[in-house]
T-cell receptor, first 115, second 107 residues
Framework: DTEVTQTPKHLVMGMTNKKSLKCEQHMGHRAMYWYKQKAKKPPELMFVYSYEKLSINESVPSRFSPECPNSSLLNLHLHALQPEDSALYLC??????????????FGPGTRLTVL | DAKTTQPPSMDCAEGRAANLPCNHS???????VYWYRQIHSQGPQYIIH???NNETNEMASLIITEDRKSSTLILPHATLRDTAVYYCIVRSVRLTFGEGTQLTVNP
């Protein structure tokens, strides 16, 4: 089983709202990732957690706040977003985040619209 | 991560083999070649990966040249459901997506 689940599937929020995206995997993976994908563009890495510690932050604005409560769960807290933050947010997981042959498996994504 | 070059689009007839090329001339010795595909508005789907040897699984075959500077993904019998953007990625730690190839399988 290589399933990564993400909730919600769709989210519409105002610029003053606070919301959270959730990602879950039960493959025993110890690395989890957040990507952002704008329309007609490839996914771009935002954050990497390895063994529940943040290992990579690709200079993402502080209005995006990741959290990894345990090895199966990854959250992305959103606050004071801008309309240009509207995108597909993808979660992925892999065995240990060491690269090389460490295959990442992606969830279906959350489509976020900021009004 | 090494940069990859793929054609922006390709067409293939249903039932025929689809051969998707990728150039990665700056690849280094410990970097793997990965292929993913993304059907419109869905999450990327892992297809196959390899280091030096050719690889085959239930979805596709991956042919890597001896100098490792290029590779080809082969879908042996393309179906309409294989229409997607195909990404060739050379990775060490990060998975950096390029623009990919839009493969359209025609009836």
């Amino acid at each position: 089983d290589t399933e990564v689940t993400q909730t919600p599937k769709h989210l519409v929020m105002g610029m003053t709202n606070k919301k959270s995206l959730k990602c879950e995997q039960h493959m025993g993976h110890r690395a989890m990732y957040w990507y952002k994908q704008k329309a007609k563009k490839p996914p771009e890495l935002m954050f990497v957690y390895s063994y529940e510690k943040l290992s990579i932050n690709e200079s993402v604005p502080s209005r995006f706040s990741p959290e990894c409560p345990n090895s199966s769960l990854l959250n992305l807290h959103l606050h004071a977003l801008q309309p240009e933050d509207s995108a597909l947010y993808l979660c992925a997981s892999s065995q240990d985040g060491t690269g090389g042959a460490d295959t990442q498996y992606f969830g279906p994504g959350t489509r976020l619209t900021v009004l | 991560d090494a940069k990859t070059t793929q054609p922006p689009s390709m067409d293939c007839a249903e039932g025929r083999a689809a051969n998707l090329p990728c150039n990665h001339s700056t690849i280094s010795g410990n970097e793997y070649v990965y292929w993913y595909r993304q059907i419109h508005s869905q999450g990327p789907q892992y297809i196959i990966h390899g280091l030096k040897n050719n690889e085959t699984n239930e979805m596709a075959s991956l042919i890597i040249t001896e100098d490792r500077k290029s590779s080809t993904l082969i879908l042996p019998h393309a179906t309409l459901r294989d229409t997607a953007v195909y990404y060739c990625i050379v990775r060490s730690v990060r998975l950096t997506f390029g623009e990919g190839t839009q493969l359209t399988v025609n009836p």
